[in-house]
């Protein structure tokens, strides 16, 4: 009987002391914690200790991680305009043009499209093409990726090329990718580009993402090309760490507004 008599005094104890769920949060990591579990899990541990306060009897019941991608480019298909896309140029002779165009595209009719048109026998113009894109991080993804399609066109001998460029908040101007020179009548088909971009996404800011063209002066001095190129289906891919952390303690629910990993 003495047994029973201990076996219900210690269940009394330990419903009185239960833990109980406080809140279940999902929250984007700031940094890349790939395979550092055990490290988010202790620094949980010290943000939980200021947040939720001294002398409290708690526990962090588990840290479970994914990752969730994201799409800052909001216009990457130009189905209906270019919206949230900026032209410019360096184009001392007015042989260049950028537009938006409501047929053509890749997968859908819409895209944008830049042209070099040479009327002059007499001249050898050259000319820079380019549209930009910004966007603002506030954490730094795990990892990265640009990609794009595009198609280059040329009609006579030239010297014509395109390139995909990011801008780093910092200023600094990356070039990810450059495309073979065409130099006589040519005709690409639609390109695809996809390239590793994780290295230059370290810091939070505005990144820039542009798409470039450029016309040299072409090796027959007199010859008048017309150089396009068309781009479609154009973006950023982040994919981001992120975590689960459910806390447990044995008081009444504390509010608090959100954990970080630093």
Avoid at 112 to 117: L, S
Wanted: aromatic residues 14%; glycine residues 4%; proline residues 4%.
């Amino acid at each position: 009987i003495w047994f029973f008599l201990l076996l219900i005094f210690l269940c009394l104890i330990f419903l009185s002391k239960s833990l109980v769920v406080v809140e279940q949060l999902n929250q984007t990591e700031s940094s890349n914690i790939t395979g550092k579990a055990s490290t988010v899990e202790q620094q949980q541990i010290n943000d939980l200790l200021n947040v939720l306060a001294d002398n409290l009897v708690w526990e962090v019941e588990e840290v479970k991680f994914g990752y969730s991608l994201s799409y800052p480019v909001q216009n990457m298909n130009f189905t209906s305009d270019a919206s949230g896309w900026t032209y410019g140029e360096v184009d001392t002779d007015n042989v260049a043009i950028g537009e938006w165009l409501a047929s053509g595209g890749h997968w859908d009719p819409g895209v944008y499209h830049m042209q070099h048109e040479d009327a002059s026998p007499l001249s050898n113009p050259v000319s820079e093409q380019w549209i930009d894109y910004n966007f603002t991080l506030d954490s730094i993804p795990t990892s990265a990726k640009i990609f794009a399609w595009y198609e280059l066109t040329t009609d006579d001998d030239t010297d014509f090329h395109a390139e995909i460029r990011l801008i780093h908040p910092n200023g600094t101007e990356f070039i990810l990718y450059t495309s073979p020179t065409l130099t006589a009548t040519s005709d690409t088909g639609w390109v695809n580009v996809e390239s590793d971009a994780s290295q230059y996404f370290d810091s939070t800011g505005t990144y820039t993402l542009r798409l470039y063209v450029q016309t040299r002066q072409a090796p027959r001095s007199r010859d008048r090309p017309t150089n396009d190129a068309y781009w479609d289906d154009v973006g950023v891919e982040l994919n981001y760490t992120t975590y689960k952390v459910e806390v447990w303690h044995n008081t009444t629910p504390v509010s608090y507004t959100h954990l970080r990993a630093h």
